[in-house]
Every structure is written in structure tokens, then in C-alpha cells.
């Protein structure tokens, strides 16, 4: 498998709105394993296509952080979602930032699996927010989006600061 580059803030490509998945043929599930090496050698929990340069609308997500966990969620779309709740993210394209962000608490998502089939889910709390977290990322929005304008600029000062750098925390 490949490790992937992480683009990071302020990468064009994180700010465009992603395409629709068309095609699961085998050079994507070659894409989706390579996805999923680098979500879990960064310590994600999630990991969205445009976060390494591709424009579709791919997200991986392992709420548990443990390889065999993860989810491949292709062209997702939430269907209801309900109560609210406020956490602390980080992103990998943001490293070293950290904020709390207001999110659903509950979300009915349907999207299509690796193969293409077309899933219905329902998940709530910490898989809730990566998803959601994750989805924005398909539509060029930022967790710093999520936050008033003022917390924004205190957040984009601090990487700014810290030299946007990833701190490796550990590998799988």
C-alpha cells in the first residue's frame, strides 16, 4: 500500500466542493486501502479524498482508530439528523489545531459501500461527528468554518505560528 500526501490548510483543494464517485472498479479499492493506510499512519479517525488531492466524494472513518474498523463512504448524504452536541476536533490538514465544534448528535446517512451498493446507517455521538466532520470536507468546507469569526483567526494565528507541522504520534 501507499501513504498518501495530506494536503494542508491552505491547499486549494480543500476549499472545492468534491465530485461523485462513478467508477468502483479495482484501481479505486486500491485507493480506498491506501486512503485507510494513511488515515491510521497520521492517527486519524477519519479521512476525506480531497485531504490527499482527489476530488470525489470518499471519506474513511474508524471511530475506534483500530485498522479493521473503518467505514469507506462514498457520495454520502444525510438524510435526518436530530439534538446537538459540542466536541473537541482537530484535523489532519490542520495539524496542531484543536477547537470545539457544534454538531448533530444524530445523523441517518446514505451513501454507497466500497462496492458501490447503496447503504442507509444511523450513528450518533463520536461517529456522528466524524462523519459530519468528514462530509464537510467534500464540499471545501473546514472545521475553522464551523467557528465564530473571531475563534477563526485566533486558530489560523496559532498555526500560522506553529508552522502548520504534523506531529507524528505514532504509527500502525
Known sequence: MTILKIHTYPAQILAQKAVPV???????????????????????????APQVGISKQILIASPQNKPGTESIICNPVIEDSEGSQIGHEGCLSFPGIFTEVPRAQWIRLRYQNCKGEVVVHEMED???????????????????????MVEREKLIAEYIKNGGVRKKTKKH
Open 22 to 48: 462513478t467508477v468502483f472498479d479495482k484501481k479505486m479499492q486500491t485507493f480506498f486501502d491506501n486512503m485507510i493506510e494513511t488515515m491510521y499512519t497520521d492517527d486519524g479517525v477519519g479521512l476525506a
Open 126 to 148: 463520536f461517529f456522528a461527528r466524524i462523519i459530519q466532520h468528514e462530509m464537510d470536507h467534500l464540499k471545501g468546507i473546514l472545521f475553522i468554518d464551523r467557528v465564530n
